[in-house]
C-alpha cells in the first residue's frame, strides 16, 4: 500500500502565499508523476500541477506564474508554493502519485488539504 500524506492548507488573504506538502510512503518502487489537483466547491477536479522524475513541470493556465511545484526524490516528498493566491483558488487540494509498486502500477491520492483565500 501507498500512504500520501499532505500538509499545510490553511487560511491565507488575497495575495498572500502558502506552501503545501505531500509525502509519499509505502510499497513503491518508482515514481513517474507526482502532482496536486484541486477541487472547489460544485466544481470538477482538476490539475493544478504535476512534476515528472526528471524533473519536467505542467501548470495549469490560471495558476502559471503564481504557483511552484517541486519535489524532493530522495524523500518521495512534492511541494507546491503558491504564492500571489486569489479567492478563485479555495479549493481543496489533492495530491497524487503515478508509478510503480513491486508489481504494479500505482496511481494514489492523498486525503487533501484544504487551503482558503479570503478577498
Known amino acids: 500500500q501507498v500512504q500520501l500524506v499532505e500538509s499545510g492548507g490553511g487560511l491565507v488573504q488575497a495575495g498572500g502565499s502558502l506552501r503545501v506538502s505531500c509525502a509519499a510512503s509505502?510499497?513503491?518502487?518508482?515514481?513517474?508523476?507526482m502532482g496536486w489537483y484541486r477541487q472547489a466547491p460544485g466544481k470538477q477536479r482538476e490539475l493544478v500541477a504535476s512534476i515528472g522524475s526528471g524533473g519536467s513541470t505542467n501548470y495549469a493556465d490560471s495558476v502559471k506564474d503564481r504557483f511552484t511545484i517541486s519535489r524532493d526524490n530522495a524523500k518521495n516528498t512534492v511541494y507546491l508554493q503558491m504564492n500571489s493566491l486569489k479567492p478563485e483558488d479555495t479549493a481543496v487540494y489533492y495530491c497524487?502519485?503515478?508509478?510503480?509498486?513491486?508489481?504494479?502500477?500505482?496511481?494514489?491520492w492523498g486525503q487533501g488539504t484544504l487551503v482558503t483565500v479570503s478577498s
Open positions: 509505502g510499497s513503491i518502487f518508482s515514481i513517474s508523476v
Open positions: 497524487n502519485l503515478r508509478g510503480w509498486g513491486p508489481v504494479n502500477p500505482l496511481n494514489a
